[in-house]
């Protein structure tokens, strides 16, 4: 019995000793493997190695079109070569993604067929070890000299790192990467790609693109071949991407190690002006192409890079090409898009000097406005008791003065001005007929360019009744303003209430002043951001930011017109002289809604007359406005997840900004002239501040839009693939690809541009 207990011990043992063994063989093994790939890595690329690198990159932060660099033969082989092996270059796939993938975008709209995996645990040994190189102290200090970034922190837990693998027909758009890490607050700073391609061909595409900061440029297209090791630094203007699907045979690949590097900071420099501080996705973008004409004449190529397809002749006939599928659309979209980029930049460069012109002439109204404001604020309005439409010189000598004074008092604001001297009449004389001049100077600012241009045939005719209604609109104000002044002049001198214009007057005449302005802007920013600028714009957008768009340049539009009606009330606030009541908030006085608000009858009356009613109008329209602008802003930043304004063109963004920043001013500007007891010159800048509020929400609406475009490009499009000649496809194995993909008109440009230089035989 002794003997068989020691025998069924031993076995037990065994098994259990096999059962542990086959438990942590794999990691030992792979532990091991891991240090001796690690040791390899850091025994053959030492210091001395890495200065080399430097010396050869010293050019750097010089080079276009963003700081990069790239080399070749880094890494030993025969690791690589155990790294391409780890990695399949055929992947077994599940429902279109690489098994194990932590990211797969089969098919969206900026990446198609592109695959992540950044698990440690699912990584092969000597995957894991380049890894924990590449996140070495030797390493980020190779990087801190070379791209002059200090204090660089690898990825702590692979947030934009790891193993990438794009398959057959995938592509990622031009983009720059999102700018921080969310949990840690830190700002992507350098990015390293690896490429793991052996015999890697052109005819694949797969290059990494680098574009510049207006998209109008392609800096470097890098080939993603076999141990070439790409480093560039991370900025909101960093531009990359493979934007061309891939072309590759059956069985193979676009594969890449990456590892992104952060600070805890960054220059304003890298970042756009609202991003340095706000986290944002990537921003993804479409690049303008040029027209690049191969030197094979029986190819064309065309450069948009989501296009499949292209042609070739053969004979006499035109064929779909196998080997220039990857180049479709070269020349046909550069015609397409350089002809109607080049409609554009004419019909803008015939608009700018009349858009400048009525830029002027706002910015002259807008001076108008201000000036009377403050011949309001001083009482000077009434000085002047005549009117002449050429207008008049001053008086010049002190008899001449005398006259005009001695005049003045026959009218009944002498009355309650009694203590008037002559110095002081001068004063408030010079104030009044300072304004009246301006007005007539732009009078001739508005007519004289206007005759010239339409002399010389540079007024588009569609604009022609615009300026003639604002030549109305001009002419028609200075009889207003005279109109407004005769209502002081024939006031009853023994009223008890003082001598001043009709509130009512005054409202008219500065409502006709702030319509000429805004239609003046409007009709300038028309100019600059004609229609076809416009759709231009709206066929770069996706649908969702085209919706957003829409809804946005609605809530606007009511935002113009509540800016407008305060600008009214305002108006009756100054006509009643109602600033000089209530002077506290938020109270009026001691109350909120302060007693006798409709005392006045009839009703109506209480709206324009009655100081305490115009005074609460005034403060309720005001934090109105604010509270829609503020509204209309948060509700577009959110949007999309905060996408919506990553989106949009920067003017845009801008406005957004600003008006949101001008509606807080202007509110904090009325309730200070308000506590302060309206001084005149605090009360002219709270004045001249509706102007520029008015102004920001007319160009932020006007700005958008591009959202009254997007079903136009939409139909044009879908009019295009209706009309266009037979898909032209071509087939590898069992991959069969459209060249209607993302831009159907694009291909029926591209046949048309063939058949044309080879035609047909009949």
Known sequence: MSMVAVLFVVVLLSVVVLQVAALFDGNDTRRLSVTDHSASLFNLIGADVLEGVLRRNADYPRRFPFPYAYVDDLFPSDILQTINEEIPDDPVLVNGCVKGSDKCSVSSQNEVRHNALGSDSAMGPATLALFTFLKSSQFIKFLEKLTGVDTLLPDPQSHGSGVFQTLFGGFQKIHADANKYPRYDLHRRVNVILFLNPDWKDEYGGHLELWNRDLRRCGAKIRPTFGRLVIFSSSDYSFHGHPSALQTPPGRSRRSLEVSYYTSSRPSSECMWWSCNTLHPTLWQAPSYEVEESDDSDTLRLTHPQMLASVRTSGK????????????????IRRNGTEAHKVVEDELKNNKPIAYWLFGVAAMVAGMVTVGGVTRLTRSGLSMTDWKLQGSMPPTTDEEWEK??????????????????????????FWEWGHRMLGRTVGLAFTLPAVYFAARGKIPRHLYPRLGLLFGLGGGQGLIGWWMVKSGLDMDPTQKKEIRVSPYRLATHLA?????????????????????????????????????????RKFNMHNLGLVAITVLSGAYVAGNDAGRAYNTFPKMGDEWVPEGILEMTPLWRNFFENTATVQFDHRVLALSTLGAVSLGYVTAKNALKGGFLQAVPSGTRLAYHA????????????????????????????????????????????????????????????????????????????????????????????????????????
């Open 317 to 332: 006939r035109v064929l779909p090409s196998l080997t220039a599928v990857r180049n479709v659309q070269r020349i046909a």
């Open 404 to 429: 005009e004074f001695a005049r003045y008092k026959t009218f009944p604001e002498w009355q309650q001005r009694k203590n008037m001297t002559v110095g002081e009449f001068k004063y408030i004389y």
């Open 512 to 552: 006709m002043a702030f319509t000429t302005y805004g239609l003046l802007v409007w009709t300038a920013l028309d100019l600059l951001q004609p229609a076809s600028q416009m759709k231009k714009i709206a066929s770069t957008l996706s649908d969702e930011v085209l919706a957003v768009a829409k809804k946005s």
């Open 659 to 762: 008006t949101m920043g001008m509606a807080w001013t202007q509110v904090g500007l009325g309730i200070s002239t308000l506590l302060m007891y309206v001084p005149i010159s605090l009360a002219a800048v709270h004045q001249a501040g509706s102007l520029v509020l008015l102004t920001l929400v007319t160009v932020l609406t006007h700005s958008l839009n591009f959202a009254k475009h997007g079903k136009a490009v939409a139909a044009t499009a879908a009019n295009a693939a209706a009309s266009a000649a037979p898909k032209v496809t071509t087939s590898v194995g069992t991959r069969t690809f459209s060249t209607f993909r993302g831009r159907p008109d694009a291909m029926r440009l591209a046949v048309d541009a063939a058949l044309k230089k080879f035609p047909t035989p009949r």
